[in-house]
T-cell receptor, first 112, second 111 residues
Framework: NAGVTQTPKFQVLKTGQSMTLQCAQD?????MSWYRQDPGMGLRLIHY???????DQGEVPNGYNVSRSTTEDFPLRLLSAAPSQTSVYFC???????????FGPGTRLTVT | TQLLEQSPQFLSIQEGENLTVYCNSS?????LQWYRQEPGEGPVLLVT???GGEVKKLKRLTFQFGDARKDSSLHITAAQPGDTGLYLC???????????WGAGTKLIIKP
């Protein structure tokens, strides 16, 4: 099993550009989520999904969109990148919101 | 609002020393998870504590959940350079069905 995979590993964007961060899992987990990690602030939940076709907002959803067309994939779209979105982004999957989270290796995004 | 406070934020000690890091809250959690994150990687679960007063051991790491299920501690005995990393705690709240994350303790063990 590959677990949770994320692409790309690194990305540099200019302000106003859009892009999609890819996330896939092969553990048949219903729950998937996106976090951003900033120094001193821990992990903040952006969006999450409890199953294919079902998504909801987390703590910091502004500027991001998600969709969940399959159990395996949960892409995160940045609509118009801003310097405040410079961060490390982690995708996670789990059997449930409250149980062990399996994280991908992260995407380090810089917006200039 | 930071519901889970981790302390210290940063700790640098010599190999062989003992240390304790803390995860505190005024809220009650149904369970609490501890993760370790190494540079350039995602967090990996170390342990989940569920019962108030519970103590779990993972080799040289001892985890304790407070009696009131509002706080937890991680004690490392005879720290080794391989223990270096960011330690995160996450509390599960049944009331609003979400995980609450602490900001983490960055631990450096010097050889």
């Amino acid at each position: 099993n590959a677990g949770v995979t994320q692409t790309p590993k690194f990305q540099v964007l200019k302000t106003g550009q859009s892009m999609t961060l890819q996330c896939a899992q092969d553990m048949n987990h219903e729950y998937m989520s996106w976090y951003r990690q900033d120094p001193g602030m821990g992990l903040r939940l952006i969006h999450y999904s409890v199953g294919a076709g079902i998504t909801d907002q987390g703590e910091v959803p502004n500027g991001y969109n998600v969709s969940r067309s399959t159990t395996e994939d949960f892409p995160l779209r940045l609509l118009s990148a801003a310097p405040s979105q410079t961060s490390v982004y982690f995708c996670a999957s789990s059997y449930s919101i409250l149980r062990e989270q399996y994280f991908g290796p992260g995407t380090r995004l810089t917006v200039t | 609002t930071q519901l889970l406070e981790q302390s210290p934020q940063f700790l640098s000690i010599q190999e062989g020393e003992n240390l304790t890091v803390y995860c505190n809250s005024s809220s009650v959690f149904s369970s609490l998870q501890w993760y370790r994150q190494e540079p350039g990687e995602g967090p990996v679960l170390l342990v989940t504590v569920v019962t108030g007063g519970e103590v779990k051991k993972l080799k040289r790491l001892t985890f304790q959940f407070g009696d009131a299920r509002k706080d937890s501690s991680l004690h490392i005995t005879a720290a080794q350079p391989g223990d270096t990393g960011l330690y995160l705690c996450a509390g599960a709240m049944d009331s609003n069905y979400q995980l609450i994350w602490g900001a983490g303790t960055k631990l450096i063990i010097k050889p």
